[in-house]
């Protein structure tokens, strides 16, 4: 029963910001042409469908955010277990990283133009920018927090430094390194959109942009909801993922 | 055969920043365990019993002093000396067989083989239907059992226990000892057991060694000769509990009265 409540909460939660849309351009707030009513955006969601233009963006941003995330998470795991687990990587690495760090990903867009052009390469490098942060850092924050009585346990049973990476330090990081993929995974999406918004002529970032240049608004919004709604699924997707592998938690 | 060999050994742990001051843990602790035997350490809380144990299992260095496993000195941590930590300190990623099958795992076992020991193993401590399940679907006297069949799976020639029941209620805890008597009847291993209970030591050992407060040394050695199970309303046992619990006494008054 509570749950079929809490069900019902969240389908009157969509239905409710669709209402407070609808009242706002009904009252007039902002021309219909500036904020188009949520009718006119189902239209334009339909047809956009239907000409196969939104599949061929999402797909474009997709491969994009997929591809940098891999980079992101490629290295960052990598590089974290290494600064987590040894002073000499942590002192050579630390510094250079905590400069780097402040940088804001947009920071890097004009740079990344004149290094990779316009398209793929800069914004899968953008996305890379801001996954990699959130991955390595808690990355190094899981390994730092392995419980040292295992590492001890493990070693009376005779583990080599390797065995107690392998079969300790890694796995017991694994929620620390899932919580970062998921904030990386939503930190590369953003980025994404801005890289393609600067410098893409694809994707959904570029749609958006694009239409609000020529003023199809309803376009814009469709691509904004787009937008919003594969981040939500990507989150909780990894969600998922993180259930499954992390069926041993209390 | 496995006899274990204490030879002065001292534990000065140095003082990490400033205002502190170097801790003398240990002073010249000396004594052998015999091939088999079941013995108990007691002393004051915080004399350093755990440091003992910790120097024998290679987990600490001592300052000075050496430790002697079958005459062969012992340097770092090592599958012939297999420990009973009070936190279980079971890997919570991996079930009741996973924990149990780590130590030969390690040693390069093939799977097969695994499986038989931790087979023997997970029956030998009772556990058998819980195989699969995680640490955290246990209660801690099951924890502590799969603790137990994991330190066993390498056939180490000691085991050393750090107040393996410590955080178990009493009853769990009765019971628990008389499993331990039992799994050590069947495996014949050599037995170091920390606790802090002279109640627990009385039931348990061969003989117990009582430490003095710190910088801990060697302050007695009791034989136990009544035969097992022993009965703790018994005289013999009163009276012996009590015996150790005076001399225990006098050393927990010294602590204070430094403190």
């Keep these: ?4 409540t809490h069900r019902h909460l969240r389908i009157l939660s969509v239905v409710l ?20 009513w949520p009718t006119s955006v189902l239209t334009s969601l339909i047809s956009l469908s239907a000409s196969g233009e939104l599949a061929s963006h ?13 980079i992101a998470a490629g290295i960052g795991i990598p590089l974290g277990i290494a600064i987590g687990w040894s002073k000499i990587a942590e002192s050579l690495a630390e510094p250079v990283l905590e400069i780097v760090r402040p940088i804001p990903p947009i920071a890097w867009i004009p740079i990344a133009m004149l290094w990779f052009g316009l398209g793929f390469k800069p914004a899968v ?4 920018i801001g996954a990699f942060f ?22 009376t049973l005779g583990a080599s430094d390797r065995d107690t990476l392998v079969k300790v330090v890694t796995p017991s990081s694994v929620p620390s390194i899932v919580a970062g993929l998921r904030i990386g995974v939503g930190v590369g999406w953003m980025c994404l959109v801005a890289a393609e918004m600067t410098g893409a002529g694809s994707g959904l970032g570029y749609m958006v942009i694009y239409y609000s240049g020529i003023l199809e608004t309803s376009n814009v919004m469709v691509g904004m909801l787009v937008i919003g709604a594969i981040g939500y699924a990507m989150s909780y997707a990894i969600e998922k993922v993180e259930d499954h592998l992390l069926r041993w938690r209390e | 055969m496995a006899v274990i060999e ?12 400033r205002n502190e001051k170097d801790v003398e843990a240990l002073r010249r602790v000396s004594f052998t365990v015999k091939d088999g035997e079941f013995v108990c350490i007691v002393g004051p809380s915080g004399c350093g019993k755990t440091t003992i144990l910790r120097i024998i299992a290679g987990l600490e260095e001592s300052t000075s002093g050496s430790v002697l496993l079958d005459g062969t000195m012992v340097a770092g941590p090592g599958p012939d000396r297999g420990m009973v930590f009070q936190e279980y300190a079971l890997l919570p990623w991996r079930t009741v067989v996973g924990n149990v099958q780590l130590g030969p795992e390690i040693h390069g076992v093939d ?22 399940k995680y640490p955290r679907e246990l209660s801690g006297g099951m924890k502590q059992r799969v603790a137990i069949a994991r330190s066993l799976a390498n056939d180490p020639k000691v085991l050393l226990m750090d107040e393996p029941f410590g955080s178990l209620d009493a009853q769990t805890r009765t019971m628990m000892q008389d499993e331990v008597l039992g799994i050590w009847g069947k495996t014949k291993k050599t037995v170091i057991f920390v606790t802090h209970s002279v109640e627990e030591a009385v039931y348990l050992a061969d003989r117990i060694v009582l430490l003095t407060a710190r910088p801990a040394s060697v302050k007695e050695s009791y034989d136990m000769r009544t035969s097992r199970p022993r009965n703790r309303l018994h005289h013999e046992f009163v009276e012996m509990r009590s015996k150790i619990l005076t001399a225990l006494s006098e050393e927990v008054g010294r602590e204070n009265w430094r403190a």
């Design chain 1, 1 to 4: 029963m509570k749950a079929v």
């Design chain 1, 17 to 36: 910001a669709v209402l407070v849309w609808q009242v706002i351009g009904w009252l007039g707030v902002f021309p219909r042409h500036l904020l188009p």
């Design chain 1, 58 to 70: 999402v797909l474009i941003s997709l491969t994009r955010v997929v591809a940098g995330f891999i």
């Design chain 1, 125 to 128: 490098f953008l996305i890379f």
């Design chain 1, 134 to 155: 959130p991955i390595l850092l808690n990355t190094v924050a899981g390994v730092r927090g392995t419980s040292k009585v295992l590492v001890e346990a493990v070693r």
């Design chain 2, 6 to 17: 204490l030879r002065e050994i001292s534990k000065v742990f140095s003082a990490t920043s």
């Design chain 2, 111 to 132: 799977s097969e083989t695994r499986r038989k020991i931790a087979d023997y193993l997970v029956g030998l401590v009772g556990l058998h239907g819980f195989e699969n």
